[in-house]
């Protein structure tokens, strides 16, 4: 954030330029908490994943013979390990609720009253 600016009129260049000087304050905290990445915490439910134990292990072991010639970072490690368990005790998504008829008309009232405010806003009246 610009504090406060200046033209400085005592240094002559030759042309019709001033030179600017400016006060930047400038929020440490906040530019450092930008840089750090915060992680969601993990929804992994223990107990059902217990239950698919089997399947759990078979998958990591697949996924990990790929990559038996290389050597992987441990945070590339980690994610191969919360991904397969997510995906096994990743609970089946919510159908959408379902809209009744009167929501229905409220949604189609509101569509045709923005197009009326479209018309209203071209032709000026």
Known sequence: MFRNTEIITKVDIGSDHR?????VCVNKKLMR???IKKRKPLKIDARQLEKV???FQLNLQNRFEALRNKIPSIEF???IITKSAMELTEKPTETE???NEEDKIIEELERRRKELRKKEIKTGY
């Open 77 to 79: 490690l980690n994610d």
């Open 33 to 35: 908490l930008k840089r």
């Open 97 to 99: 609720k379902d809209i």
């Open 53 to 55: 134990t089997h399947t």
């Open 19 to 23: 030179m600017v000087r400016s006060t």
